[in-house]
Structures are given as C-alpha cells and as structure tokens.
C-alpha cells in the first residue's frame, strides 16, 4: 500500500519568507509526527498529533513554527519569516498508534521520504 | 526510555549476514526493541520491534537474549542497498514520550 509522501521533496526560499510543507500520512493511521534532521545530526521531534486530540507541540522551536492536521489526516507544517538555522530536512511519520490488543503498546513510526528545506 | 550502545560502524560482505548487536542493559519489562535504519538522503525506515521472543520478517530477523539485556539485528543476506545507518531503539509507546531518540547508531557498510 501507499507509505507517507511528502511534498515539496526540496523547497529553497529566502530568508524571511514562508514556506508550507505538506504531509500525507498512511491511510487508517491515527498518529502523526513532525521531526526535522539538521545536517549529519539526529531527529529532532517537532510536534505530534493523535486523532481529534490537541496536538502536542512541545517540540516546536519557536512561535515561528506551527503545524495543523485537517480531517485527522493531511498535514501542514508552517514556518513563518524563515531563518537559516531552519534549513533542514523535515520529516512526516505516521502510526496506527494501537492502545489495546495486539501489538498493544507497540509505536511504529512509519517515515515519508522529507522535505529538504534549504533557506538562502 | 532505555538507553541503547551500539558499535559505530561495521563492514558487510555482500551476501553474507549482517549482524548488528545492541545493548540495552537498563531495559524495564513493559519496554519494546525497536530498529530502524536510515539509507543516506532517505527518511528512516522500521525495520522490526520485539519484546522478549525472536521475531522474523521479510527484512530482517531479530534475536532477544532471555535476560533481554541486548539484541542483535540479523540481515541474513545483505545487499549493497542494505548500507545504511542502524539504530537501535528501547522505548515504551503507550506513555513515554513521542520522539524517537534514534542516537548515533552503527554505519553498516555492505561492499562487493
């Protein structure tokens, strides 16, 4: 079946400008994560939703960044008045997130391909 | 979430098997193994999860010491598109916190 796609697959803006980033989780998954990996560094963790719950956006760097989810399933992510420390790769992953039978407990993050950001 | 050890790096024959161990001496009981890996300019991807049996699929198998203290990931004929970065993950999904913490990991280098 289909996997978490992504889109743009690389954007380059200015610095100072807006950019939206788009992810499209695996169908039925209720969880849904944004990560960023800067250059040779490991994921940092962005914001998380799960279903019609708030989402968690303790990960978010600053009041720049801001992230929603329409219909419990595409996602936007946000960066406003971008800056060069933004550059990255931007990453969506998506979870079924099961609370109860089997593989209950269990978290599989399944991850789209990324959007790398690059701000001149 | 359980802290992992892995070695930095290995080297691979190709069609030889590949295995890739890791430490977690701190896993707790309700704690899930978990590996990914991260083919370069790609975005991570699962490999396999236990919790104390040996599980297999069509990646991969992975091997839990009964004492559950460590793991070795098992590719039994690796490929050229099999070098990537592994990383080894300890974590609780139901209440701990979101972010995978994918630490350094071992570079798996599978050459001709």
């Known amino acids: 079946g289909a996997g978490v796609s992504q889109s743009p697959s690389n954007k380059v803006t200015e610095k100072g400008k807006d950019v939206e980033l788009r992810c499209d989780p695996i169908?039925?998954?209720?969880?849904l994560y944004w990560y960023r990996q800067s250059l040779g560094q490991g994921l940092e963790f962005l914001i998380y939703?799960?279903?019609?719950?708030?989402?968690?956006k303790s990960g978010l760097p600053s009041d720049r960044f801001s992230a929603e989810r329409t219909g419990g399933s595409v996602s936007t992510l946000t960066i406003q008045r971008t800056q060069q420390e933004d550059s990255a790769v931007y990453l969506c992953?998506?979870?079924?997130?099961?609370?109860?039978?089997?593989?209950?407990?269990?978290?599989?993050?399944?991850f789209g391909p990324g959007t790398r950001l690059t701000v001149l | 979430d359980a802290k992992t050890t892995q070695p930095p790096s290995m080297d691979c024959a190709e069609g030889r098997a590949a295995n890739l161990p890791c430490n977690h001496s701190?896993?707790?009981?309700?704690?899930?193994v978990y590996w990914y890996r991260q083919i370069h300019s790609q975005g991570p991807q699962y490999i396999i999860h236990g919790l104390k049996n040996n599980e297999t699929n069509e990646m991969a198998s992975l091997i839990i010491t009964e004492d559950r203290k460590s793991s070795t990931l098992i590719l039994p004929h690796a490929t050229l598109r099999d070098t990537a970065v592994y990383y080894c993950i300890v974590r609780v999904a139901a209440n701990s916190g979101y972010a995978l913490n994918f630490g350094k990991g071992t570079s798996l280098l599978v050459t001709p």
């Open positions: 939703f799960q279903g019609n719950s708030a989402p968690d």
């Open positions: 701190t896993i707790s009981g309700n704690e899930y």
């Open positions: 992953a998506s979870s079924p997130r099961r609370t109860s039978g089997t593989n209950a407990n269990t978290d599989t993050q399944y």
């Open positions: 169908s039925g998954h209720t969880a």
